[in-house]
């Protein structure tokens, strides 16, 4: 018997994950940004992630047509942040301070870290798409991440 979507749910809630808000823009140069813990390193040499992103969303299609992303890590105190950029609105970047990176994209203040990069390949996974990464340039802050587990946000004690 299939299992269910709340069985799933429940099983992957206790793997615990990282918080990154993935930003990038759609062919008009309308900046998009979503909140996504389906994120992981993939390769050092090249240095390549990977992000699944949800079929349905308009950040989606922003991804597809300009081929190019950041991952911004957020850091232990921007749960608003990943709240935030989790939400429906429609212009997320207007109260958010950032800076640009790779063409023009945002990448987050006071994050943990930021990887920028190109997309290189996109492969089906059910309602998600998941996009391989040719990662350009990186850059690192020394706080500690915000995490995710059992539904609820957590901080990584020292």
Do not use: W
């Not at 008009?28 to 390769?43: E, I, K, Q």
């Not at 922003?62 to 709240?83: C, K, M, T, W």
């Not at 970047?93 to 990887?115: M, Q, R």
């Amino acid at each position: 018997m299939p299992i269910t979507q709340d069985e799933f749910r429940a099983a992957l809630s206790r793997f615990p994950s990282g918080v990154t808000v993935v930003t990038t823009k759609d062919r008009d140069g309308m900046l998009h940004g979503m909140t996504v813990s389906a994120f992981c390193s993939v390769s050092l040499d090249p240095p390549m992630v990977l992000v699944c992103i949800e079929k349905t969303t308009s950040s989606h299609s922003a991804l597809s047509d300009s081929g190019v992303f950041v991952v911004n890590i957020l850091s232990e105190h921007q749960r608003d942040l990943s709240e935030h950029f989790a939400s429906q609105l429609t212009h997320k970047f207007s109260d958010v301070d950032y800076k640009t990176g790779i063409d023009g994209l945002p990448i987050l203040n006071d994050i943990a870290a930021s990887l920028e990069c190109r997309v290189e390949q996109a492969y089906e996974g059910g309602d998600h798409t998941i996009f391989l990464g040719a990662v350009e340039e990186v850059t690192v802050n020394d706080v500690r991440p915000l995490a995710y587990l059992h539904g609820d946000y957590r901080a990584i004690p020292h």
